[in-house]
């Protein structure tokens, strides 16, 4: 996945590739959107392919670039708890701080 490192490295010209923090939070800006035109106490489900949710992991949570796949079904799930995140990803809980560029 050299394409994803190279990306995220900013090694691509941006008239060609967004840069990888662009690409990062215009993903974020498109789920608030939808949330906020949705009713309280929803669930959303999205989903995606296994290169997106590799590259959010390490965008919005600081994850490390992970290549090994995802499973069927698989992915991370997020929340938020009081001033941070509960973040599920391949099955272990761990807190995370709030990206500061997310809407609050």
Do not use: C
């Not at 796949?69 to 973040?87: H, M, N, P, Q, R």
């Amino acid at each position: 996945m050299d394409v994803v490192i190279r990306w995220t490295a900013g090694l691509y010209p941006e008239d060609k590739w967004p840069t990888f923090d662009s690409y990062a939070r215009r993903a974020a800006d498109a789920i608030w959107s939808y949330l906020e035109s949705q009713e309280n106490n929803l669930m959303a489900i999205f989903i995606t392919h296994d290169l997106h949710s590799i590259v959010l992991r390490y965008g919005w949570f600081g994850f490390p670039l992970d290549f090994r796949g995802i499973d069927y079904l698989g992915g991370f799930a997020f929340t938020f708890k009081d001033e941070s995140l509960s973040v599920l990803d391949y099955g272990d809980v761990k807190t995370v701080e709030i990206p500061y560029y997310w809407k609050q």
